[in-house]
């Protein structure tokens, strides 16, 4: 079994910076794909993705993170880091670690939570 533990949330003023971790762990871990997805508040918010990296390193990024968000693994480690900057209120919400292995199995993190604001 794959789990995944994210750590980094916070609090942060608009403009500030904040580092994500997540940490996959699990005898049979493999992946094809890690990514960060986001929920913000409110009802009927649906989870979008933010950031994805892929085995052999391309990664893909949500329009409005462009430029801002960057997205790193570490292989040896079996992590994945997201390097967000220039926060905005609009980055507001519970961020989750995704998982994809190569065979389409997906495991989701518990999430945490970012608070952008003043």
């Known amino acids: 079994q794959v789990q995944l533990v994210e750590s980094g949330g916070g609090l942060v003023q608009p403009g500030g910076s904040l580092r994500l971790s997540c940490a996959a762990s699990?005898?049979?871990?493999?992946?094809?794909?890690m990514a960060w997805y986001r929920q913000g508040p409110g009802n009927g918010k649906e989870r979008e993705l933010v950031a994805i990296i892929r085995y052999g390193g391309s990664t893909d990024y949500a329009d409005s993170v462009k430029g801002r968000f960057t997205i790193s693994g570490d292989n040896g480690k079996n992590m994945v880091h997201l390097q967000m900057n220039n926060l905005k209120s609009a980055d507001t919400a519970v961020y989750y670690c995704?998982?994809?292995?190569?065979?389409?199995?997906?495991?989701w993190g518990k999430g945490t939570l970012v608070t952008v604001s003043s």
């Open positions: 995704y998982c994809r292995n190569p065979y389409g199995v997906e495991y």
């Open positions: 699990g005898s049979q871990f493999r992946s094809a794909a």
